[in-house]
């Protein structure tokens, strides 16, 4: 099992960056692929990006390619969120997920997921 906590959100203007961290507890950490997703208000949620045990492999969302990276530091149980090139579209409660295999992830079936981080961006 592996407790996740976001941290990182915050207010932003349109253009601007931030970056986002999903610690998590356990040694098992680098053994879960681990994903981003965002909700906001009246929506459904929304797949981000994931990113494999190992950190080789990555995908994302089309609405955040090019502008978002994932990365993780499994020595310090941290995957982020880099966030680039913010548009008010972006804002939303974002969430990390852990799971099993990388499908799951991007299914949105993880196991384990955080709390969340609110992102508001302003035009």
């Known amino acids: 099992q592996v407790l996740l906590i976001e941290s990182g959100g915050g207010l932003v203007q349109a253009g601007g960056s931030l970056r986002l961290s999903c610690e998590g507890s356990g040694r098992t950490f680098s053994s879960y692929d681990m994903g981003w997703f965002r909700q906001a208000p009246g929506k459904d949620r929304e797949f981000v990006g994931v990113?494999?045990?190992?950190?080789?492999?990555?995908s994302y969302s089309d609405s955040v390619k090019g502008r978002f990276t994932i990365s993780r530091d499994n020595t310090k149980n941290t995957m982020y969120l880099q966030m680039n090139g913010l548009n008010p579209e972006d804002s939303a409660v974002y969430y990390c997920a852990a799971g099993p295999t990388y499908d799951t992830v991007v299914g949105g079936s993880a196991p384990y997921w955080g709390r969340g981080t609110q992102v508001t961006v302003s035009s």
């Open positions: 990113i494999s045990l190992t950190g080789a492999r990555t």
